[in-house]
């Protein structure tokens, strides 16, 4: 097939300024969350005028889309800081999602999610070089140990700095408790594992050291707004298995093995 036959001659779209991708990709890149929030809530993606029609099929359209952003953004990410074989996960994953896209809201969805995972994680990439060395220890040694149960007075001992010294740091470092950190990169391993596992609540809650499910469920609502359940329920990700069951049942061709 030529290119004449794939390119429509009676389409006279011209494709937008790039200073606006430009600024897109700066804001992520320097973590400017609230710029990218904004850009969420204006539903810029699916805003296609001037972009380009890359397929007729709308769906896969978008997808294509949210492929090269992903793209684009990974390689921006990398050039300002972001480790890059993280960087290249995070994208593979979020690509794969798009396995399971069947309208333009999924597709749509996966794309901010993406877009604010890469912005927060520059965010974060910007407070670590602003860090005191003590605050940057502690924080390795939460990341290291977040299956456990994680004190102040453990993280004076890793640092060999004081418990009152540790506050104050991560205070004016990180404007938040210790506690306070801790018990959110908890529940947010908790999201993954609820949105991507089959293990109970109960389970969750041990494998993170809360002291009860009880109390898991009181942080986990505290910090998300909603029970894991109804979180689980909103969020949980196909799996292979889900795909070989929903195949049986609808009598679908599922893969031999």
């Known amino acids: 097939m030529s290119y004449s036959m794939l390119y429509d001659t009676d389409n006279n779209e011209t494709h937008r300024d ?18 990218i929030r904004e850009n969420v809530k204006q539903r810029r993606f699916r805003d296609l005028n001037g972009t380009g029609t890359l397929s007729q099929d709308p769906v896969l359209n978008l ?14 990410c990398i050039e300002k800081g972001l480790e890059a074989e993280h960087a290249f996960r995070m994208s593979d994953y979020y690509i794969r999602k798009l396995d399971f896209a069947l309208t333009e809201d999924d597709v749509e969805k996966i794309h901010d999610e993406m877009i604010l995972d890469f912005t927060g994680k520059m965010r974060t990439i910007r407070h670590d070089q602003k860090m005191s060395r003590p605050v940057y220890q502690c924080m390795d040694y939460i990341y290291a140990h977040l299956c456990e149960r994680i004190t102040v007075r453990q993280l004076s001992e890793h640092t060999g700095k004081s418990t009152s010294y540790l506050s104050r740091a991560f205070s004016n470092d990180l404007g938040i408790s210790i506690s306070d950190f801790i018990r959110e990169k908890k529940i947010e391993m908790a999201q993954d594992l609820l949105a991507n596992t089959d293990k109970s609540t109960l389970e969750i809650s041990c494998q ?13 609502k ?36």
Not at 24 to 34: L, N, V, Y
Not at 208 to 220: E, L, N, V, Y
């Open 18 to 35: 790039i200073k606006e991708e430009l600024m897109f990709f700066q804001s992520a890149g320097i973590g400017d969350m609230a710029a």
């Open 63 to 76: 997808k294509y889309h949210m492929v090269i952003t992903a793209g684009l953004l990974t390689r921006v």
């Open 208 to 220: 993170m050291a809360f002291s009860s499910q009880s109390h898991f469920i009181q942080c986990f």
């Open 222 to 257: 505290k910090l998300i707004g909603v029970t894991p359940k109804e979180y689980r329920d909103s969020h949980r990700h196909l799996t292979w298995a889900d795909t070989d069951r929903i195949g049986r049942k609808n009598k679908l061709p599922v893969s031999p093995g």
